[in-house]
């Protein structure tokens, strides 16, 4: 799914009688942007590809008693782990680099899913088939999305659909990570405040991010702070900024 969104645009000019060389203030905002924008998603999905067919963070988590959690996609595995601790199994149902809006769920995936106490899904129309997968699921389920103000899609054959990538951008993950927190306190109430600890100390990390990456841009004109990319997933970093 490819979108296109623009966001502070420069001007093709913005100081005509500088002696700086506009072509190259401008590479060193993009290079600035790319390179804050990175450390942000590292940051958000510090997540790589895993070799196992399944991934999961049981290597991990060796309590093989604990409740299991699914999430719709690895990012928000690695979130969901890092606020479950020992506490929960947290399994991604596809695997990193995976299409997820279309992705057809095996009949493996849906044995899990008869296994699992709680699916976490990002929500704004990202998972079409969501729905389908979860119908005959017991587990609870949690839309980490919930609260986040969406993003309309500027153009393309999804224009005015909300921008499903929220997860992009560190003051929406501190959302995310909230709604994991609710949900895994709801499903282990023992552990609630270990769920929120760790939580705390996720958002302090994403809050560190922010400051930072607001602190670098805010070195540049604001007419020079243009991210260039054929993929509309970065507006809420933007919008961050």
């Not at 990175?38 to 196992?52: E, M, N, T, V, Y």
């Not at 699921?137 to 153009?155: K, N, V």
């Not at 659909?161 to 909230?178: F, L, R």
Request: aromatic share 6%; glycine share 4%.
């Amino acid at each position: 799914m490819k979108h296109c969104c623009t966001h502070n645009p420069a001007v093709a000019n913005p100081h005509p009688h500088a002696t700086r060389n506009p072509l190259l203030t401008r590479r060193s905002a993009l290079t600035l942007l790319s390179a804050s924008s990175a450390a942000a998603i590292a940051s958000l999905a510090a997540c790589g590809p895993r070799d196992s067919a399944t991934s999961s963070s049981t290597a991990q988590n060796p309590n093989s008693s604990a409740p299991l959690v699914l999430t719709t996609f690895t990012v928000i595995q690695d979130m969901a782990s890092r606020v479950a601790g020992e506490f929960c199994q947290v399994e991604s149902i596809t695997k990193a680099g995976a299409e997820i809006p279309d992705y057809e769920p095996t009949p493996d995936d849906l044995k899990r899913a008869q296994k699992a106490q709680l699916i976490l899904n990002n929500g704004l129309g990202l998972e079409r088939w969501f729905e389908r997968f979860v119908d005959d699921s017991p587990a609870q389920r949690a839309d980490l999305s919930e609260g986040i103000t969406a993003i309309p899609i500027a153009e393309g054959d999804y224009q005015g659909q909300a921008n499903p990538h929220a997860w992009m951008s560190p003051t929406n993950g501190k959302i995310y990570v909230e709604n994991i927190v609710r949900a895994l306190s709801n499903l282990v109430p023992d552990h609630a405040k270990d769920f929120e600890a760790n939580g705390d100390a996720y958002k302090k990390e994403l809050d560190n991010i922010s400051s930072h990456l607001i602190e670098e841009l805010s070195t540049l004109p604001e007419s020079q702070r243009t991210l260039v990319t054929c993929e509309g997933a970065f507006s809420y970093l933007c919008r961050d900024t």
